[in-house]
């Protein structure tokens, strides 16, 4: 209960409230460490969940007969050891044969190698091998596109449609004016010729703009870029046909609630490990696994702190 009330709110606040409504006392730095604690125990399970198979990884097995698995990932700035530094979120929502919905998060401030394996990891356990379909949904960041082709290559990738449009936008907004009649109406034509499907004509459409000054010139080519690099990933009707969405707005929402709502409150500063280890604990209470988990892996973690003291000690 104690790790439950920590992972929703604040450690001073869950302290409080565990006082004021259960009659349970903890001091806030013990109830910090039994949160991280667990973290940690669970972080270390995810990585032996990765089996080496030679120089490569066997993938875990499926916990979910998924039919449709759909994976999204995104990024939010967290203060860590002294400074902001992107804390990556995962999120991977399974479909069965029946129709259920099954959804389950990541959040790692480890370096993007490590956070492509524990998604890959929390994707197959959700079924993504066994999957009819699989899609990689995300906005146009470079590492998104690296980390789908490395770790998620049979994948469907699809190129968030309302990034795309904020991208039409600005460039709308350079050529005719913020806000004004032009402005809207090239960006509704642009938008809707993406919407439809046409990516090359709507790049045709955006080359044909005459840019004579410096910043025309820059806001053209930061379009034409974005759309030539992302040409594969906008057939936006085969999408729909496939049942399949056109947005990352899913995994924007964890960063928000999982990530911002807990980690970014006034004045907090964190360690990486500290709030990577709060973090695992808060997805599973989000996900709905916190009970079964910690109620299935109690001995697990007794033995496991019991061997964390003593290799403390043979160090010390």
Same mark, same amino acid.
């Given at each position: 209960?104690?790790?439950?009330?920590?992972?929703?709110?604040?450690?001073? $606040?869950? !302290?409080a409230h565990l006082e004021r409504h259960h009659g349970i006392r903890l001091g806030k730095e013990l109830?910090?460490?039994?949160?991280?604690?667990?973290?940690?125990y669970w972080l270390e399970r995810d990585r032996a969940a990765l089996r080496p198979n030679g120089l490569l990884f066997a993938a875990p097995a499926a916990q979910i007969p998924a039919q449709q698995c759909l994976i999204f990932a995104d990024g939010v700035m967290v203060h860590t050891d002294? *400074?902001?530094?992107?804390t990556r979120v =995962?999120?991977?929502?399974?479909t069965t044969a029946d129709g259920r919905e099954h959804k389950s998060s990541i959040a790692r401030t480890c370096d993007l190698?490590?956070?492509?394996? *524990?998604?890959? !990891?929390?994707?197959? $356990?959700?079924?993504?091998?066994?999957?009819?379909?699989?899609a990689f949904i995300a906005d146009g960041s470079h590492w998104l596109w690296a980390l789908a082709q490395s770790r998620f290559n !049979?994948?469907? $990738?699809?190129?968030?449609?309302?990034?795309?449009?904020?991208?039409?936008?600005?460039c709308a907004k350079e050529f005719f004016g913020e806000g004004t009649d032009p402005s809207r109406q090239w960006a509704l034509k642009v938008c809707g010729t993406l919407r439809a499907g046409l990516a090359s004509a709507a790049l045709q459409e955006v080359e044909s703009l005459p840019a004579r000054s410096q910043a025309r010139r820059a806001a053209k080519h930061a379009l034409v870029t974005y759309l030539t690099n992302n040409l594969s990933r906008m057939d936006y009707p085969r999408y729909e046909k496939l049942g399949l969405p056109i947005g990352s707005g899913e995994v924007e929402a964890q960063c928000k609630t999982l990530v911002q709502a807990r980690c970014k409150q006034a004045g907090m500063r964190w360690s990486s490990s500290g709030v990577e280890?709060?973090?695992?604990?808060?997805?599973?209470?989000?996900?709905?696994? /916190?009970? *079964?988990? /910690?109620? =299935?892996? !109690? =001995?697990?973690?007794?033995?496991?702190q019991v061997r964390r003291k003593r290799a403390a000690r043979a160090v010390a």
């Amino acid at each position: 209960m104690a790790v439950d009330e920590a992972a929703e709110r604040t450690y001073g $606040q869950a !302290r409080a409230h565990l006082e004021r409504h259960h009659g349970i006392r903890l001091g806030k730095e013990l109830l910090e460490n039994l949160t991280t604690t667990l973290g940690a125990y669970w972080l270390e399970r995810d990585r032996a969940a990765l089996r080496p198979n030679g120089l490569l990884f066997a993938a875990p097995a499926a916990q979910i007969p998924a039919q449709q698995c759909l994976i999204f990932a995104d990024g939010v700035m967290v203060h860590t050891d002294g *400074d902001w530094h992107e804390t990556r979120v =995962g999120t991977v929502r399974a479909t069965t044969a029946d129709g259920r919905e099954h959804k389950s998060s990541i959040a790692r401030t480890c370096d993007l190698e490590g956070f492509g394996q *524990d998604l890959w !990891r929390k994707a197959h $356990q959700m079924g993504c091998g066994q999957a009819a379909v699989t899609a990689f949904i995300a906005d146009g960041s470079h590492w998104l596109w690296a980390l789908a082709q490395s770790r998620f290559n !049979r994948a469907i $990738q699809i190129l968030d449609f309302w990034h795309l449009s904020e991208h039409v936008g600005a460039c709308a907004k350079e050529f005719f004016g913020e806000g004004t009649d032009p402005s809207r109406q090239w960006a509704l034509k642009v938008c809707g010729t993406l919407r439809a499907g046409l990516a090359s004509a709507a790049l045709q459409e955006v080359e044909s703009l005459p840019a004579r000054s410096q910043a025309r010139r820059a806001a053209k080519h930061a379009l034409v870029t974005y759309l030539t690099n992302n040409l594969s990933r906008m057939d936006y009707p085969r999408y729909e046909k496939l049942g399949l969405p056109i947005g990352s707005g899913e995994v924007e929402a964890q960063c928000k609630t999982l990530v911002q709502a807990r980690c970014k409150q006034a004045g907090m500063r964190w360690s990486s490990s500290g709030v990577e280890a709060l973090l695992r604990v808060r997805c599973a209470v989000k996900d709905g696994s /916190f009970e *079964d988990a /910690f109620t =299935g892996q !109690r =001995g697990g973690l007794l033995a496991w702190q019991v061997r964390r003291k003593r290799a403390a000690r043979a160090v010390a």
